[in-house]
Nanobody, 126 residues
């Protein structure tokens, strides 16, 4: 059975940091690309970051988080991470971890393909 679970969300003040974790099981983790997707209150899904399968040497970020967020993975633990620094109120959202077999953010966000977690709430106060 496939299982993806996020943790690490919470309430922080603007400028502070959080580290989100994602643990996965039930599929070959190392071969899957990992995504962080978020959904702010009343808005649609927004892609945040992607890391490629295998060694994870290729990373992509949305313009809104470039320079502040860092995605990483540890294949030995079947885990992915999102380090979030200099948080802003506009980063407030439910953050989802997604595993998908290829690097195709359109399929993940628009078609909701892949294995999705239940999400973790991040709230940034001003």
């Amino acid at each position: 059975e496939v299982h993806v679970e996020e943790s690490g969300g919470g309430l922080v003040q603007a400028g502070e940091s959080l580290r989100l974790s994602c643990v996965a099981s039930g599929f070959t983790f190392r071969t899957h690309w990992m995504y962080w997707i978020r959904q702010a209150p009343g808005k649609g899904l927004e892609w945040v970051a992607t890391i490629n399968g295998g060694g994870g040497g290729t990373k992509y970020y949305a313009d809104s988080v470039t320079g502040r967020f860092t995605i990483s993975r540890d294949n030995s633990k079947n885990m992915a991470y999102l380090e979030m620094n200099s948080l802003k109120p506009e980063d407030t959202a439910v953050y989802y971890c997604v595993a998908y077999v290829m690097g195709d953010v359109v399929k993940v966000v628009a078609q909701r393909l892949g294995y999705w977690g239940q999400g973790t709430q991040v709230t940034v106060s001003s």
